[in-house]
């Protein structure tokens, strides 16, 4: 295996620590036509073919499978990839026995050649190294004509709120030293990069952008906001700083309940293997 980057073992060392930072933030928050971010990749699964093979690459605690295991659908066959051992125990407490779970680098798959009618991935692949790579995978083992649907960050913070806070975390961060800790494929940020990425091998490449909303008090915003990888990394003092500057810049957009009103820029790119 070749070695794994700063990022990649950033991480490992994080979800170690942290399993369901990412179900806990956005299981609970709509979308306009869905239910959650979730639930915008389970509308790419089929509810009519059987059998059916779904693979959540970077399953994380297993929430997304967990949807698509509750449909009780004959013939739905569901597995999920992470490589981070406490996600896997977690996704293992919350899902049923029948759903495969595998420690596995999306780089380098076990899942059989051309095995896999759907592959989703929720949050993931636009944090992973060798995008390339991964690709490969992937292309390998979805089967001809099978659906691809990733969904990725866009926007971090929507709105003034999201205005706010990189007032406040940018100054710090440089105050703090904050190496840079270059993560994922530049390509993954626009849709040319994604174009790119998958014209060779795929086809009805199509985006969607959706925003799911929040409207968190200041405090639950900040418990959920130091557990996104660039605040994590901030050394105690800094988060400190950080939690009093931030918090208190957004004063003013507080409405008459104490809540600021944010949410998420997100994105959903989907695509059919030749
Ligand atoms: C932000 S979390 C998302 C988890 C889950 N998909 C969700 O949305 O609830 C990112 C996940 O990607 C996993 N991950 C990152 N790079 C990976 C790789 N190269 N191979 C397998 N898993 C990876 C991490 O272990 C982590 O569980």
Redesign the pocket.
């Known amino acids: 295996m070749p070695l794994r980057s700063p990022a990649?073992r950033y991480?490992?060392d994080f979800?170690q620590r942290q399993p369901g930072t990412?179900?806990a933030a956005?299981a609970e928050l709509a979308a306009v036509k869905y239910s959650s971010s979730?639930a915008a990749l389970t509308a790419h699964v089929p509810t009519a073919q059987s059998p059916l093979s779904v693979l959540?690459?970077?399953?994380?605690?297993g929430?997304?499978l967990k949807l698509l295991a509750d449909r009780q659908q004959p013939g739905l066959q569901l597995t999920g990839?992470?490589?981070?051992q406490a996600?896997l125990d977690a996704a293992r407490l919350r899902l049923p026995v029948n759903v495969t779970l595998l420690k596995?680098?999306?780089?380098a798959l076990s899942v059989a050649t051309a095995s896999v009618d759907v592959l989703l991935?929720?949050?993931?692949i636009m944090?992973?190294?060798d995008l390339e790579q991964?690709l490969q995978e992937v292309q390998r083992v979805l089967r001809s004509g099978g659906t691809l649907a990733v969904l990725i960050g866009r926007s971090f913070l929507l709105g003034p709120v999201g205005d706010a806070f990189l007032e406040a975390f940018r100054p710090i961060a440089k105050e703090d030293r904050l190496p840079n800790l270059q993560m994922g494929d530049p390509r993954t940020r626009n849709e040319d990069g994604w174009r790119t990425l998958l014209d060779d091998h795929f086809s009805d490449l199509s985006f969607e952008d959706i925003d799911v909303h929040w409207q968190p008090q200041p405090e639950a915003l900040w418990t959920s906001l130091k557990e996104t990888y660039d605040i994590d990394r901030l050394t105690v003092p800094a988060k400190a700083r950080l939690k009093e500057r931030f918090l208190a810049s957004i004063a003013h957009l507080q409405q008459s309940d104490g809540s600021v009103s944010t949410g998420w820029g997100l994105r959903v790119i989907s695509a059919r293997r030749r």
């Open positions: 990649e991480l490992e979800h990412t179900s956005f979730y959540d690459l970077a399953c994380g605690d929430y997304l990839v992470d490589m981070s996600e596995e680098r999306a780089q991935s929720h949050m993931a944090l992973m190294d991964v």
